[in-house]
């Protein structure tokens, strides 16, 4: 029986040949997005675990050895909104630790850049960038070190005693070599869950509805067979052998299209990041699943579209209406609804209510499970809509079997509610950070502050905001520099050297010394002088006749773009003399006209600010506001891609639903012509049947995620947030992707024409 399923399939005329072929293209396309997902997703697994020598923390005294110690100073700085880690090291001993990349130390005067910032130091102005490298460059780091290609880092030698009085500077015995703790990495890992969830389901489809293309043709043969005397065993073989062919050819068809587009696959940076190209690939496990569940799904959906032979011979012949979908079918759709209100009621700006997520999933399982219901209501209503023998013969047919009808639309119908979902909270997410005046006004303006703050890269976990507490270790001047800044000698230099530069705005912001905290957890107090703030009167004005006021400085140093505009003055803040002579200089903050101005200023601040105890970068509000967006940004993007694949995986179904059905009815469209029906007639039933099950579903699917969304802006976001609006985005990706799937239909009504042409007519 193996081998007559083979001839079956392989040796059964032309239109066999065909349906295996366009049955393993489609399955071709859903197994290679599903093998891009699996390789970005292991790109990012990498990425995430990779040793994250950032984290080196100082070796306690007791497990040092001399001969294997080095003094580390890690920073961040800021070129153009990208963040440069940076790592200032030199060798106490012989055998000191190398940092990953290298394979020696670098001396005192060299630097080793990773390729990525080795690009940018050839291509930037050096007073824009290079000259906050002391040395030369001696070398590039290898890509252990880093998490892609366009990472950039910088290991600068110093010498021992030269960094050793910088503060933030630790001894080292031993760097970090296992994964670090990152800020956002499960927000990432659980987007790419939900994205890989929100088509699987489609791409499941598509390779079920692939392998029963022209299923009525071959149900008759197999009907045959039985009556040769064939028993149910041989038919379940003969089917398994033609849907495992046929997943077969579509698994290698898929990893082949998956091969050519990896390349440009590799260079896209669906996450925040660009990986590097040789771990953006499947797992050897990813490929084997792909083998082995692709074939057992197309046979598992083979064996169940037989259960009419299996149960008599005649069994084909005998077809009877299926029942009408029942009203439970809405129930899980209603509950998930409820469970999702439920959920926010519970949800506040600090935690999101334990129903909100399974509400979530739930109302998605609710729209596949309620589309046949909702498309049999809609069959009903066509022909008293729309007049006419088209809506007549769509509806009755429809209506017959609603849940087939369906099933070839409901991954559109998903990719609509997950779009309008992310369409209605990205936009209010991004309104809530960037919406305000304030943020606008001071996009331009640079803040540097001098006082004790966490130190953050890229892949270092950094929690809370605002400066941190001091060291109790640190030496009594370093510690006073924690609490205030920087000293009146150092910082009265700095602003002298600041008005080198023609056309910048300067305003200093100096420490009250009797408000200060040790533990930092009152209220931060500064002084500022009025002249320079109503140069930046989005941060509040002073009092009425002030030359200076005290200020409530605290705010500025928080990462949240909200807070860090808030104002730092008012009309009631205490006027105070404007004498700053021996004040600690807590912050400086600066408005530039323009990008090159920008760097060259910041490049000075870090050049002459050695001896701060930041060790953060001056960063503008608006690199701060564009930092806060980066994580929003990239989970839509994660989402958008997820809503653009299923509606490509949703269109190649509706092309392999709709071909399929033409060639099934190829007898009952040709009778239909002969008693006269003219081919338009037939055309516009071809259509209301694949465009009724879409908009009776999506209609419902956008109205809940839009309420959805509503309700979340409304519980999460602060008072005052507008309603989300469905922005340009949103209507373009959506209308395109329906738009594209009418085409798809459209583009087969020329076979409509063809097989029930009046010349081919024959009489059986």
């Known amino acids: 029986m193996f081998k007559l399923g083979l001839q079956l399939t392989l040796r059964s005329g032309r239109e066999a040949i065909i349906r295996l072929m366009v049955t393993g293209a489609a399955v071709a396309a859903g197994v290679a997005i599903l093998l891009g997902v699996l390789a970005d997703f292991h790109a990012f697994e990498l990425t995430a675990n990779r040793p994250n020598w950032e984290g080196t923390v100082a070796t306690p005294a007791r497990q040092r050895v001399a001969a294997r110690t080095e003094l580390w100073n890690y920073s961040d700085e800021v070129y153009q909104g990208q963040t440069i880690e940076r790592l200032d090291v030199a060798a106490l001993g012989p055998d000191a630790p190398v940092p990953p990349g290298l394979t020696k130390l670098p001396g005192p005067g060299q630097y080793y850049a990773s390729p990525a910032l080795r690009t940018l130091l050839r291509a930037v102005p050096r007073d824009q960038l290079g000259a906050r490298f002391p040395g030369s460059l001696a070398g590039t780091i290898g890509d252990r070190a880093l998490t892609g290609p366009q990472e950039l880092v910088i290991y600068v030698g110093d010498a021992p005693r030269a960094l050793a009085s910088l503060p933030g500077t630790i001894k080292v015995s031993k760097i970090a070599a296992t994964s670090g703790r990152?800020?956002?990495?499960?927000?990432?890992?659980?987007?790419?869950?939900?994205?890989?969830?929100?088509?699987?389901?489609?791409?499941?489809?598509l390779i079920g509805t692939a392998t029963k293309l022209a299923s009525a043709r071959r149900e008759e043969r197999y009907a045959s067979l039985r009556l040769t005397g064939a028993t149910g065993h041989d038919i379940n073989l003969i089917a398994t052998v033609d849907a495992v062919l046929s997943g077969l050819l579509g698994a290698a068809g898929g990893i082949a299209i998956f091969a050519a587009v990896q390349?440009?696959?590799?260079?896209?940076?669906?996450?925040s990041a660009v990986y590097f190209p040789a771990d953006v690939t499947p797992t050897v496990w990813g490929y084997l699943g792909v083998f082995i569940a692709v074939p057992a799904a197309a046979a598992i959906t083979g064996l169940l579209a037989l259960r009419r032979v299996r149960i008599t011979p005649f069994g084909v012949s005998r077809k009877v209406t299926p029942p009408k979908p029942r009203l439970w079918r809405v129930l899980p759709l209603a509950a998930g609804v409820a469970l999702f209100i439920a959920g926010m009621a519970l949800t506040n700006a600090q935690r999101i209510g334990a129903a909100t997520f399974p509400g979530l999933i739930i109302v998605m399982i609710g729209l596949v499970v309620a589309g046949p219901w909702l498309t049999w209501r809609a069959a009903e209503l066509l022909p008293k809509l729309v007049r006419g023998a088209a809506p007549i013969f769509a509806a009755r047919r429809l209506a017959d079997n609603p849940k087939a009808a369906f099933r070839s639309v409901s991954g559109l119908v998903l990719a609509v509610f997950l779009g309008t979902l992310v369409g209605g909270l990205i936009p209010a997410a991004e309104a809530t950070t960037t919406s305000t005046s304030r943020a606008t006004a001071l996009s331009?303006?640079?803040?540097d502050s001098f006082l004790a703050g966490p130190v953050c890269g890229n892949n270092v976990n950094?929690?809370?905001?605002?400066?941190?507490?001091?060291?109790?270790?640190?030496?009594?001047?370093?510690?006073?520099?924690?609490?205030?800044g920087l000293p009146p000698g150092e910082g009265g230099k700095l602003l002298a050297g600041l008005t080198q530069f023609a056309g910048i705005t300067t305003v200093p912001v100096y420490s009250l010394r009797s408000d200060a905290s040790p533990d930092f957890r009152g209220t931060y107090t500064a002084v500022v002088g009025c002249a320079g703030m109503r140069a930046l009167d989005a941060l509040g004005q002073c009092p009425a006749g002030a030359r200076a006021a005290k200020a409530t400085a605290a705010s500025l140093y928080g990462d949240n773009p909200m807070d860090t505009t808030e104002p730092i003055v008012g009309r009631t803040s205490p006027a105070v003399p404007d004498r700053f002579t021996g004040l600690y200089l807590q912050a400086v903050l600066i408005k530039v006209r323009g990008p090159a101005e920008l760097e060259v200023v910041r490049t000075y601040l870090i050049t002459h600010t050695r001896q701060s105890v930041s060790g953060t970068a001056a960063r503008t509000f608006g690199e701060a506001v564009q930092a806060r967006l980066g994580v929003a940004n990239t989970v839509q993007r994660l989402i958008d891609v997820a809503v653009a694949l299923t509606l490509i995986v949703a269109g190649c179904s509706l092309a392999v639903t709709v071909g399929g059905g033409l060639v099934e009815r190829k007898r009952p469209f040709t009778m239909l012509r002969l008693t006269g029906t003219s081919t338009v007639t037939l055309y516009r039933v071809v259509l209301a049947e694949a465009v009724l099950p879409l908009v009776a579903a999506t209609v419902i699917a956008a109205g809940l995620a839009y309420g959805m969304s509503v309700l979340t802006v409304n519980r999460i976001?602060?008072?005052?947030?507008?309603?989300?609006?469905?922005?340009?985005?949103y209507y373009l990706t959506m209308g395109t992707g329906l738009a594209a799937a009418i085409l798809v239909v459209l583009a087969t009504l020329p076979l409509l024409g063809r097989i029930t042409s009046l010349d081919q007519a024959r009489f059986e």
């Open 263 to 271: 390349p440009t696959l590799a260079r896209t940076a669906i996450t």
């Open 182 to 205: 990152q800020v956002w990495t499960h927000y990432f890992r659980d987007a790419f869950i939900t994205a890989a969830l929100a088509f699987l389901f489609p791409i499941l489809i």
């Open 444 to 447: 331009n303006v640079l803040l």
């Open 462 to 484: 950094c929690t809370g905001s605002g400066p941190t507490g001091p060291a109790a270790s640190a030496p009594p001047s370093q510690l006073r520099m924690q609490l205030e």
């Open 717 to 729: 976001a602060p008072p005052g947030t507008p309603v989300p609006v469905l922005d340009h985005v």
